[in-house]
Each structure stands twice: as C-alpha cells, then as structure tokens.
C-alpha cells in the first residue's frame, strides 16, 4: 500500500522470509530486512513510492537464523489518477549464485598466483588471442610488461622467428584455438624480445 505495508506474498514468498502469512501481512517491507539492509530498502520504497521502478540486493535473515542474499525488484501499481498507489515486488534467492561467485575469485586468486610464480615464461591470453596475464619470467624474455602487453595480440609481444631463416613462426594461440589441442613451438624456434 502507499506507506509500504504488506498486502499479499504468494506461497514461495512466504516459504522463503520464513514467517506464516498472518505475521507478515500489515507490516511494513522496510521491517523485514535487518539493520544493514534497512536503510537501502527503505531508499528502494522512497523510490518506488516516487514512480520508480527500482532494485536492490541484501541478506535477509530468515527466524531460524539461516541468511538469504535476494535480488529484490520494486514495480510501481499505479492508482486510477496516476499517482503510485503501492509496489509489487519480486525476490530471487541468489545466495548459491553469490557463494559460487565468491568460490569463482577465489579459484581464480589461486591460479593467478600460480601461473604468476612458476619459473618459466607464463602468457595467458583470452579466446580472441588477445593478452591477459604475463607473469614476471615473461616479462623478462620478452621485455615487456604485463601493463603494456595487456589486451595486444600475442605475436605483438610474442614475436617468434625461426632462428636460421629469421621467418615469422606460426602463433601458437591461433594453432591452439583451431586445433582444440596442445601444440609446440617448432624445433629452432626463436623469441626476439623488445629491445631485439
């Protein structure tokens, strides 16, 4: 309604805040988040009251204690006038999402430090062949920095010759995206760094 009390949830509504319908039905939406989530909730109502349609994501915390991280969409109903007469509201449960979000940072934290620690010449580039990583022994044989060699094409920074005819090398990433497979350098297979 206009001062942001619940009128009606729906079924999966009520199973998910974890409260009968009779608890939550006149209370006020901003209520039901805890503190921290309060004050944005209570900007999204402000919002949606002025005509808005708005969104915000917060931890919710269910009466049995378990947390909820929801994805919460305000729709403005407007009143025969046009004026807001109240908001429906759409929440998605994206706890797993956000968990597997923060396992994903932490996975890739891990390989970052990996690949950047190995003692051997270590270039990443992404599915275009464009550069991402260079660790610091890269760095070194080509004499360039990952700074300056981040989003270039790996033969931009990667240029390798055959060492007696001095003949441009294939790029190994575009063998290796074409062919789905491993593959290595030639025998005689040199890397003229920057400064030649």
């Not at 949830?9 to 009779?22: K, M, Q, T, W």
């Not at 700074?147 to 240029?159: H, I, R």
């Amino acid at each position: 309604d206009r001062e942001g009390r619940l009128e009606s949830i729906n079924r999966s509504g009520l199973d998910g805040l974890g409260f009968p319908e009779a608890e939550l039905t006149s209370k006020r939406f901003v209520a039901l988040w805890p503190k921290p989530a309060r004050a944005i909730a209570g900007n999204a109502v402000a919002l949606v009251m002025e005509g808005e349609r708005c969104s915000f994501e917060a931890d919710y915390i269910r009466p049995d204690g378990r947390s909820i991280t929801y994805y919460v969409v305000l729709n403005p109903i407007t009143d025969r006038k046009g004026g807001t007469a109240g908001f429906a509201g759409i929440w998605t449960d994206v706890t797993d999402i956000r968990h597997a979000e923060g396992m994903l940072a932490i996975e890739k934290e891990r390989l970052s430090v990996t690949l950047r620690s190995i003692c051997d010449g270590v270039i990443a580039t992404d599915t275009h062949g464009n550069i991402t990583l260079l660790n610091s022994v890269a760095e070194q044989l080509t004499g360039q920095s990952e700074a300056e060699s981040k989003g270039k094409p790996l033969d931009e920074v990667f240029n390798i010759v055959h060492e007696v005819t001095g003949e441009k090398a294939p790029n190994p990433v575009e063998q290796v995206l074409k062919a789905g497979d491993t593959v290595e350098l030639a025998n005689h297979t040199a890397l003229i760094s920057a400064d030649g």
